[in-house]
């Protein structure tokens, strides 16, 4: 995520049933909106939640929404996470948002962890970052907190409390704190056909009604949210279906991304990985991938395996197009 001004939060007091507050202030020519609330979103709908489930740990992206009032008008509160959960609890990236009906918008950054207690709740609390937004909310920069509370299982409703400062007519800032991409990007340094290694050649692409992505900022410059995308291939242990799901945060085409790859070789013999790197738009028509691999689980024949590799591919269009893939994994 690009480099934010961190703004003085003022805390409002939230009450227990829903509420919501919304304060604008003047500062050296940038104008700030203030917004506090509470609001519960209900379960995921429909096409909006993608997990796989192995022993006791979870992984996939999910999607929840709400709807608040923002200063009398009425706005779209959204969630788009990626998560990897062992017994309820862990590690989740992904963005909140607030989206205007006329197509305002402002996005931010939100990662952190979910603690479940013995009572099978789960929590969690952290800050956020304003990415930018549209509209009248280009160019925005801010932060603040989230709060979640869920007593239901994963894709139930879950309770967000929010208290966010939003700078608006802000100069635009392009910088990224995230190292970019290079030549041997996540590569793990596996030789191909060397014993005990996975070689995998597939071609990935999605539905576009699978896909959760969101365009912002300048030119619609930034491109942020949920893909998934999967294929069938070949590999030296047979045909492997390929499955890779996340959150994508790209600047002008390019970013990291903080997802998952599942290699489901049939008859229950799976391998699930976790899925870090970054992508390069090096033209309007070819685009880089590279990331790592490591092994977090599997089942039947995987079901003690562990390991890294590494994925290289390209493709000629945006996010969920078909992209040629190559998997090098080293199992142990």
């Known amino acids: 995520m690009r480099t934010l001004a961190r703004l003085a939060l003022s805390l409002l007091t939230v009450a227990a049933a829903p509420h919501l507050a919304a304060q604008h202030a003047a500062k050296d020519g940038a104008e700030a909106l203030h917004v506090s609330f509470v609001t519960n979103t209900g379960a995921a709908a429909p096409g909006d939640t993608t997990f796989f ?3 006791n740990t979870q992984v996939g992206v999910g999607r929840l929404t709400s709807q608040v009032q923002v200063a009398g008008e009425a706005v779209t509160f959204e ?11 862990g590690p989740f990236s992904g963005f909140v948002s607030l989206l205007w009906p006329n197509g305002d918008a402002v996005a931010c950054s939100y990662e952190g962890i979910v603690v479940r207690d013995a009572a099978g709740n789960s929590s969690w609390s952290t800050g956020v970052h304003v990415i930018d937004g549209s509209g009248r909310f280009q ?8 709060a979640g509370f869920r007593d239901v299982a994963l894709g139930g409703s879950v309770q967000y409390t929010v208290d966010l400062a939003i700078r608006t007519n802000a100069a635009r800032d392009t910088q990224r704190n995230e190292p970019q991409g290079s030549a041997n990007g996540g590569r793990s340094g596996i030789e191909q056909g060397r014993a005990g290694d996975l070689s995998i050649e597939v071609v990935l692409a999605g539905d576009p009604a699978e896909q959760r992505t969101r365009r912002i900022g300048f030119d619609d410059s930034i491109r942020y949210g ?19 799901l996340g959150t994508v ?25 976790r899925y870090r790197g970054h992508t390069d738009q090096l033209s309007t028509e070819a685009t880089r991938i590279i990331g790592r691999l490591d092994v977090i689980g599997g089942t039947g024949t995987f079901a003690t395996a562990r390991g890294t590799g590494s994925v290289e591919a390209r493709r000629g269009g945006i996010v969920g197009t ?5 998997i090098r994994l080293r199992l142990r």
Not at 79 to 89: C, F, I, K, T
Not at 139 to 146: C, P
Not at 262 to 271: E, H, K, R, S
């Open 79 to 89: 969630v788009m996470v990626a998560l990897e959960y062992v017994n309820g609890s």
């Open 226 to 244: 949920l893909f998934r995308i999967s294929g069938t291939g070949t590999s030296n242990a047979g045909p492997v279906h390929v499955s890779a």
């Open 53 to 55: 489930t192995f022993g």
């Open 322 to 326: 078909t992209q040629i893939t190559a």
């Open 139 to 146: 160019g925005s920069s801010g932060s603040g907190t989230v």
């Open 249 to 273: 945060d790209y600047l002008d085409g390019s970013g990291p991304f903080w997802a998952f790859q599942v290699l489901d070789f049939g008859g229950n013999n799976v391998v699930y990985c």
